[in-house]
């Protein structure tokens, strides 16, 4: 029998995922569309000196919440999940939004 507990649980992580695959769904589709046409989100355009940058940082982090996805679906021990899947994922997340910050700022001229 089902207690209540469960069922919350798993309503959440039911959400937890959704909205994980949303932002992956939409960073990899940004990070596409910043690549192919130089295209980005129209908050960003003054600011944005480089789009093509730009666009592997959002593939970067789009591939992190994938993987972040794959281990929570795929992985039950908490040990193996957190070296296999949750470190690399944080690790992309920072060299993600390394990139785009790094797309911001105007390169040297000398």
């Not at 940082?57 to 949750?86: C, H, I, R």
Request: glycine share 12%; net charge positive; no cysteine.
């Amino acid at each position: 029998m089902w207690s209540t507990r469960q069922g919350v649980e798993q309503n959440v992580n039911g959400y937890a995922i959704a909205l994980n695959a949303t932002v992956m769904v939409l960073a990899g589709a940004g990070g596409v569309a910043a690549l192919a046409t130089g295209w980005v989100f129209p908050p960003l355009r003054k600011r944005l000196v480089r789009p093509q940058l730009y666009g592997y940082g959002l593939l970067v982090v789009a591939a992190a919440f994938a993987l972040q996805l794959a281990g929570g679906l795929l992985v039950d021990d908490q040990a193996t999940e957190l070296s296999f899947f949750t470190i690399p994922t944080a690790v992309g997340l920072v060299a993600g939004l390394g990139l785009t910050v790094f797309a911001q700022i105007a390169p040297r001229r000398r």
